[in-house]
């Protein structure tokens, strides 16, 4: 009766058990004496909706969404939030009630995680890598901020479609190109999901003359913590990001929204470092 009592949080994707958000917001509750837990959801899509209806019966308060699921939750928001969508994804819902709240803090992890290094981002020019939710919101976050984005994909149609979709909301200059195309510019984001598969691939971004083009190299992926354009980045000493700085970001702006408070940022960021240590 007592557990139940606790309040309850977690990360909705499938699978989820890789995810070190449990890490740092646990870590973030238990400093603000906050009587929570974060979990882990891992929840095939056929049982998405039981899940999504048996939330107050399982005191959940509010999860984070991951893959597959950050457009398909949209079906079940109730109120949406206008930057989760413009981005057209939501990575925060809060419940409040029988009301499904939906947020996006990618944009901000991306955007915060990069002025923390390379500063005010205004007439900035980035040059994003991928078409998926994690490059949607990392343009969205460098145009929110006054930045200029050349987008590619492997699809080229995708960075076209995003390409087309932001001109119209924001009033600043975003080209798209075809994979493999060498734009240049003060920062790389690289935003696909290829090392998953291919963590000792090599493609052209990784090559030595193209990174020494960028003040700034920032990676999404934080596994491995140092990927391959990393260390190419790391030996040019570039300014580098790695995408743990997004996960915090993200996840310190998550833990505001639902626990009304500022987030425990340093404790976050330890036992984050500590967990990829
Ligand atoms: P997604 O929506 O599935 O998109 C995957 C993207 O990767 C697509 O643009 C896809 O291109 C591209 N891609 C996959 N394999 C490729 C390959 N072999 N060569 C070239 N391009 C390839 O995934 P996502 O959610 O955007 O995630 C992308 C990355 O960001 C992942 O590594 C994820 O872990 C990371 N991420 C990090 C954070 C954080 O907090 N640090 C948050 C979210 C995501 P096509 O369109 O051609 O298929």
């Given at each position: 009766?007592?557990?139940?009592m606790?309040?309850?949080?977690?990360?909705l994707?499938?699978?989820a058990?890789h995810?070190?958000?449990?890490?740092?917001h646990?870590?973030?509750?238990d400093?603000?004496?906050?009587?929570?837990r974060?979990?882990?959801?891992?929840?095939?899509?056929?049982?998405?909706?039981?899940?999504?209806?048996?939330?107050a019966?399982?005191?959940i308060?509010?999860?984070?969404?991951s893959?597959?699921?950050?457009?398909?939750i949209?079906?079940?928001?109730?109120?949406?939030?206008?930057d989760?969508?413009?981005?057209?994804?939501?990575?925060?819902?809060?419940?409040?009630?029988?009301?499904?709240?939906?947020?996006?803090?990618?944009?901000?992890?991306v955007?915060?995680?990069?002025?923390?290094?390379y500063?005010d981002?205004?007439?900035?020019?980035s040059?994003?890598?991928?078409?998926?939710?994690?490059?949607?919101?990392?343009?969205?976050?460098?145009?929110?901020?006054?930045?200029?984005?050349?987008?590619?994909?492997?699809?080229?149609e995708?960075?076209?479609k995003?390409?087309?979709?932001?001109?119209?909301?924001?009033?600043?200059e975003?080209?798209?190109?075809?994979?493999?195309?060498?734009g240049?510019?003060?920062?790389?984001?690289?935003?696909?999901?290829m090392?998953?598969?291919?963590?000792?691939?090599?493609?052209?971004?990784?090559?030595p003359?193209?990174?020494?083009?960028?003040?700034?190299?920032?990676?999404?992926?934080?596994?491995?913590?140092?990927?391959?354009?990393?260390?190419?980045?790391?030996?040019l000493?570039?300014?580098?990001i790695?995408?743990?700085?997004m996960?915090?970001w993200q996840?310190a702006k998550?833990?505001e929204?639902?626990?009304?408070?500022?987030?425990?940022?340093e404790?976050?960021e330890?036992?984050?470092?500590?967990a990829?240590?």
């Amino acid at each position: 009766m007592l557990a139940h009592m606790v309040k309850q949080y977690g990360i909705l994707a499938y699978p989820a058990k890789h995810s070190l958000s449990p890490v740092m917001h646990n870590a973030g509750f238990d400093k603000l004496g906050i009587n929570a837990r974060y979990n882990f959801f891992e929840v095939r899509e056929k049982d998405l909706e039981d899940f999504i209806k048996n939330l107050a019966e399982n005191n959940i308060f509010g999860f984070s969404v991951s893959l597959p699921y950050k457009e398909k939750i949209l079906d079940y928001i109730d109120k949406i939030d206008k930057d989760a969508e413009k981005i057209g994804a939501v990575n925060t819902v809060v419940r409040k009630g029988k009301f499904l709240y939906g947020y996006n803090t990618d944009h901000l992890g991306v955007s915060l995680a990069l002025k923390e290094s390379y500063g005010d981002l205004r007439e900035s020019i980035s040059v994003v890598l991928g078409a998926g939710g994690a490059a949607r919101a990392a343009a969205y976050g460098l145009l929110a901020e006054g930045g200029h984005v050349w987008i590619q994909n492997r699809t080229r149609e995708k960075a076209d479609k995003i390409a087309v979709e932001f001109a119209e909301l924001f009033d600043s200059e975003i080209h798209s190109d075809e994979w493999g195309t060498q734009g240049t510019g003060d920062i790389l984001v690289h935003a696909t999901s290829m090392w998953h598969k291919e963590p000792d691939s090599m493609p052209f971004f990784c090559e030595p003359e193209y990174v020494e083009c960028f003040d700034t190299v920032m990676d999404l992926s934080y596994t491995p913590p140092v990927t391959p354009l990393l260390r190419i980045a790391n030996k040019l000493r570039r300014t580098v990001i790695s995408g743990d700085r997004m996960l915090l970001w993200q996840g310190a702006k998550q833990f505001e929204l639902w626990t009304g408070k500022e987030a425990p940022f340093e404790v976050m960021e330890g036992a984050l470092e500590k967990a990829f240590s």
